[in-house]
T-cell receptor, first 112, second 112 residues
Framework: AQTVTQSQPEMSVQEAETVTLSCTYD???????LFWYKQPPSRQMILVIR??????QNATENRFSVNFQKAAKSFSLKISDSQLGDTAMYFC?????????FGAGTRLTVKP | DSGVTQTPKHLITATGQRVTLRCSPR?????VYWYQQSLDQGLQFLIQ???????AKGNILERFSAQQFPDLHSELNLSSLELGDSALYFC???????????FGNGTRLTVT
């Protein structure tokens, strides 16, 4: 089975600054999908951004962007202009053939 | 609102008992996924259905079972409950394999 590793259990950032969350994965497949989900204190799971492995261009959604390095099997999330509402657990996820697996998560705290 | 409905929101029961968690996917979504999230842990994939058929299976215990009905709603049955089964159980749906998952708000199960 594919594995997803998030090596940063906790991170913090000052409001308005930029932070990058790391994610690596292990697979021998070529066509797959990667996601970042956000889980605020309400415990809802909210899709942040999606990347198709066959696309070389990094995905961007407003203040959120990814750095997808397929050869290195790395998929980091950059949050620009951090806001207090960005405080949450962030989960990296890998999907292949109906099977979506999540990393252990990174707890991000945005400080005022 | 993701459009995925899970009931009940909270469930408190005793060890050895059996419970059923229910999930209604978003309108038009054929895939249903079940995940377990223990306190401050990541999401553990349990099982996935597509249009009534089981498509992928994760670390689901033999005491747990699930099914997806013709109207596409799904139920997760947990039996012989143990204290360690206390967790947040998420249902998610997607329109097809490899599409982003949309999560319900979860059912919080407490086993006493």
């Amino acid at each position: 089975a594919q594995t997803v590793t998030q090596s940063q259990p906790e991170m913090s950032v000052q409001e308005a600054e930029t932070v990058t969350l790391s994610c690596t994965y292990d697979t021998s497949e070529n066509n797959y999908y990667l996601f970042w989900y956000k889980q605020p204190p309400s415990r809802q799971m909210i899709l942040v951004i999606r990347q198709e492995a066959y696309k070389q261009q990094n995905a961007t959604e407003n203040r959120f962007s990814v750095n997808f390095q397929k050869a290195a099997k790395s998929f980091s999330l950059k949050i620009s202009d951090s806001q207090l509402g960005d405080t949450a657990m962030y989960f990296c996820a890998f999907m292949l053939n109906n099977d979506m697996r999540f990393g252990a998560g990174t707890r991000l705290t945005v400080k005022p | 609102d993701s459009g995925v409905t899970q009931t009940p929101k909270h469930l408190i029961t005793a060890t050895g008992q059996r419970v059923t968690l229910r999930c209604s996917p978003r309108s038009g979504d054929l895939s249903v996924y079940w995940y377990q999230q223990s306190l401050d842990q990541g999401l553990q994939f349990l099982i996935q259905y597509y249009n009534g058929e089981e498509r992928a299976k994760g670390n689901i215990l033999e005491r747990f079972s699930a099914q997806q009905f013709p109207d596409l709603h799904s139920e997760l049955n947990l039996s012989s409950l143990e204290l360690g089964d206390s967790a947040l159980y998420f249902c998610a749906s997607s329109v097809d394999p490899n599409s982003p998952l949309h999560f319900g708000n979860g059912t919080r199960l407490t086993v006493t």
